[in-house]
DNA sequence: AATGAAAAATGACTACGGTCAAGTTTTGCT
DNA sequence: AGCAAAACTTGACCGTAGTCATTTTTCATT
């Protein structure tokens, strides 16, 4: 019987990733045991580690499975006609609340995503490529409205405003920065220097 | 006698910095356990936990000590009559040579810089405050040559440059940018994108 | 010098992430 | 159906970070 065997295992995948977004949910990512996980999923200990490579890599598959509802949710609200600024604003406020609402499971995200380790390099990659995607057609249109230089890859522009967004992430982490206002302000301001540039308007025209 | 507790304590605390300068160097930050921490300090494991909260906690201040040597070493090496964008190159790239001599040692000191757990939160922020020093003399000169606008606050520049630093370091922690040389030519190109800003000329001149 | 209280050191202990040899199930083949 | 190979599962086991009740050392007081 072909795919009996096949059958079983997206089954036993999905189990285990049901369990890890119960718990999770539940108790939070550092309060969940391998052998907890594995006693809800119904499974052995092992088995868990032939599905995935390591706890945050089924951290990372269950955030990849909740981004994408996120992103999806969040690319109808954005509003058409708003500035540029605003759009960057929405959305990288709107990842800050989902990624903050459990601070620990945050943390783990962010340090697994921006520094990973070789085994997670691929789905940290994925998921980052994710969020790529909500950017460009913003950047596209801002672009042909000239509101933003042509003559930059916009991987590039995308990179420096995120940039900017982990900053005020680390800052927040680091206790510098204290509430979303805070933030929120922290990154508006950073945004629109970045868009008319750190030199004087007098040097500009020079170059 | 006075002091002879206070002296003793001394005595330890250095006798375990030294063991994690010693083994930390030999084998690096994953592979040295804290028992075998303890043993080479010649201490109880549990006397390590009295003296810092927690492993990375002692990563940060080995760190701590590496990283003002460096930067002393660095001061000293920075061209006055270089241009701005030149002597953060500099800077950047020699701490960049330096966080990723090992690249799990690297690893692990950054999401905790970074990403803070709240126990580590304070080393983190002195290590911060002291890369941040490097920087204000720099600024404030190329503000007076008028290289950089006066009406924004230097930390604000500072979290502009590092931003872009963090971002070429996590490109090359998954292996987006490969080479040294690789990271020097992306942070080279938006540290000019961000002096000159994303935005149109022709639209900055409206504001 | 003797003593008891306070500070500091200790290592057996716990809980966890991850491994792997042994056991179980599935599959293709005769 | 019977069988052997391949794929999959399992939990006892390992090494490690971090804890804590107990023991040892220091210090002030008599």
Known sequence: MAGLREQKKQETKAA???????????RGYENTS??????AAGVGK???YSYFSSKSDILLAFSEEELACLHLELQQKIPVNALL??????????EFRYITKNKEFGRTLMR???????????KSQEIEEQFIQLFVLIFKEAQEKGQLRQDIELTMT?????????????????GRLLSEEDVRNALQVMFSQALVGLKPKSEIEKS
Do not use: V
């Open 16 to 26: 285990i990733m049901d369990a890890a977004i119960t718990l999770f949910g539940e």
């Open 34 to 39: 391998i052998a907890a996980l594995a006693r």
């Open 46 to 48: 092992g088995t868990i």
């Open 85 to 94: 600024e605003e759009k960057l604003l929405l959305i990288f406020m709107y």
């Open 112 to 122: 697994e995503m921006i520094f990973p380790k070789a085994l997670a390099r691929e």
């Open 158 to 174: 995308c990179g420096h405003f995120y940039a900017l967004y982990l900053m005020a992430l680390s800052a927040w982490y680091s």
